[in-house]
Nanobody, 115 residues
Framework: QVQLVESGGGLVQPGGSLRLSCAASGSIFSIYAMGWYRQAPGKQRELVAAITSGGSTNYADSVKGRFTISRDNAKNTVYLQMNSLKPEDSAVYYC?????????WGQGTQVTVSS
């Protein structure tokens, strides 16, 4: 049973940076495209960044130029570097395949951007 575990969230001031990590218990990364999703209170979960098995990336307009997704297949880990954070980036962040599969949703990691 493959599990995805997110980490790296926290409280940061506007303009600050965080790096999220997503570690998988199994070697699914070499096969699947992976994505980082987020859900803020009262809003739908949205895809903010995705990376294919070959390393091509795609970003939501709201994070383009500020967030960078990367992957290390040898470590079964996907990362999300978040710079120039804004209060509207506050949400629970999840990783999953792209497109997502229900069985891979984990607990997520909370990101709060506030002064």
């Amino acid at each position: 049973q493959v599990q995805l575990v997110e980490s790296g969230g926290g409280l940061v001031q506007p303009g600050g940076s965080l790096r999220l990590s997503c570690a998988a218990s199994g070697s699914i990364f070499s096969i699947y495209a992976m994505g980082w999703y987020r859900q803020a209170p009262g809003k739908q979960r949205e895809l903010v960044a995705a990376i294919t098995s070959g390393g091509s990336t795609n970003y939501a307009d709201s994070v383009k130029g500020r967030f960078t997704i990367s992957r290390d297949n040898a470590k079964n880990t996907v990362y999300l570097q978040m710079n120039s954070l804004k209060p509207e980036d506050s949400a629970v962040y999840y990783c999953n395949t792209d497109p997502w599969l229900y069985r891979y949703w984990g607990q997520g990691t909370q990101v709060t951007v506030s002064s």
